[in-house]
Nanobody
Framework: HIVESGGGLVQPGGSLRLSCAVS????????IGWFRQAPGKEREGVSC????????DYTNSVKGRFTITRDIAKNTVYLQMNSLKPEDTASYYC?????????????????WGHGTQVTVTS
């Protein structure tokens, strides 16, 4: 069971922190990915974190602005999003995989949350 939260409406340059609460599985056994989908566009990988937590990856457009972290005790993964831009507007989804951390291979991911909306506008 995967539940995303933390989305909202923010002005350009603002920040949001998304949360992905995972139940029924251990983050030690699953890599977690964040994906987003804007209206009329394909779902794209944004960031991921490996089972060990030691490997992370980001799509180029968010590097230096977004940070993925996890709290094992809370079984929760976070996506801190700073310096938000209008082009970051999308529904953001969290997904889990027993495979490796990959933002390019969406087919790796087994289970998905229902998403949380992020809207960046002035």
């Amino acid at each position: 069971h995967i539940v995303e939260s933390g989305g909202g409406l923010v002005q350009p340059g603002g920040s949001l922190r998304l949360s992905c609460a995972v139940s029924g599985v251990s983050l030690d056994e699953y890599a977690i990915g964040w994906f987003r989908q804007a209206p009329g566009k394909e779902r794209e990988g944004v960031s991921c974190i490996s089972k060990s937590g030691g490997v992370t990856d980001y799509t180029n457009s968010v590097k230096g602005r977004f940070t993925i972290t996890r709290d094992i005790a809370k079984n929760t993964v976070y996506l801190q999003m700073n310096s938000l831009k209008p082009e970051d507007t999308a529904s953001y989804y969290c997904a889990v995989t027993r495979g490796w951390c990959s933002i390019a291979t969406i087919e790796l991911y087994d289970s998905w949350g229902h998403g949380t909306q992020v809207t960046v506008t002035s």
